[in-house]
């Protein structure tokens, strides 16, 4: 059971803003950084985002990453069809020891 | 180019052993944290288990501490995962990642393992 909640489906049209929240605790977002994670269908995920707000070379700045307190959010701007993907944050967590994923968010592109 | 291509997975009945190699191109194993993620048919990401850079580190997840092992072979530049005490909850594709302070940045393409008798 993930320690980390984020809603199970976000939607938008092609061009639209989405953002994709992460709720978690003092013990892994309040402490530490947190990744995100774009999963296309059938593949092997793909980091998106690192430090709270990093974007490793090649990905696109349509994609931001923020955190505030015990929260963080993943913002797609200018929607686009390939965009359409799980989505997963991610923390390590001080109190247990481990790393965490979120339970996941499934963006679909109307 | 960095690259990681896994084997060793497939069909291991309850209670048997299997293990995992995730061999590495571009860079050496032992310069990088490097981990295990799984993931069960149709759910989410779920970290297994990290062998930090200086290989003094090493974490596991609950659900598989006591049971699995995660390695390296420096020698073929090679990140190993030995599972023991196989469930069906273990069931899953399993990865292996590379990276820790600035994110899993190379993953390998997945391996399924499949526990059942």
């Known amino acids: 059971q993930s320690v980390l909640t984020q809603p199970p489906s976000a939607s938008g049209t092609p061009g639209q803003r989405v953002t994709i929240s992460c709720s978690g605790s003092?013990?892994?977002?309040?402490?530490?950084?947190v990744y995100w994670y774009q999963q296309l269908p059938g593949t092997a995920p793909k980091l998106l985002i690192y430090?709270?707000?990093q974007r490793p070379s090649g990905v696109p700045d349509r994609f931001s990453g923020s955190k505030s307190g015990t929260s963080a959010s993943l913002a797609i701007s200018g929607l686009r069809s390939e965009d359409e993907a799980h989505y997963y944050c991610?923390?390590?967590?001080?109190?247990?020891?481990?790393?965490?994923f979120g339970t996941g968010t499934k963006v679909t592109v109307l | 180019e960095v690259q990681l291509v896994q084997s060793g997975g497939g069909l291991v009945r309850p209670g048997g052993p299997l293990r995992l190699s995730c061999a590495a191109s571009?860079?050496?194993?032992?310069?990088?944290?490097m981990n295990w993620v799984r993931q069960a048919p149709g759910k989410g990401l779920e970290w297994v288990s990290s062998?930090?850079?200086?290989?003094?580190?090493?974490y596991y997840a609950d659900s598989v501490r006591g049971r699995f092992t995660i390695s390296r072979d420096n020698a073929k530049n090679s990140l190993l995962l030995q599972m023991n005490s196989l469930r069906a909850d273990d069931t899953a594709v399993y990865y292996c990642?590379?990276?820790?302070?600035?994110?899993?940045?190379?993953w390998g393409q997945g391996t399924l393992v499949t526990v059942s008798s």
């Open positions: 990642a590379s990276g820790w302070a600035g994110g899993f940045d190379y």
């Open positions: 571009g860079f050496s194993v032992s310069s990088k944290t």
């Open positions: 062998i930090v850079q200086s290989s003094s580190d090493i």
């Open positions: 003092s013990s892994n977002i309040g402490r530490n950084y």
């Open positions: 430090g709270n707000d």
């Open positions: 991610a923390a390590w967590d001080d109190s247990l020891s481990v790393y965490v």
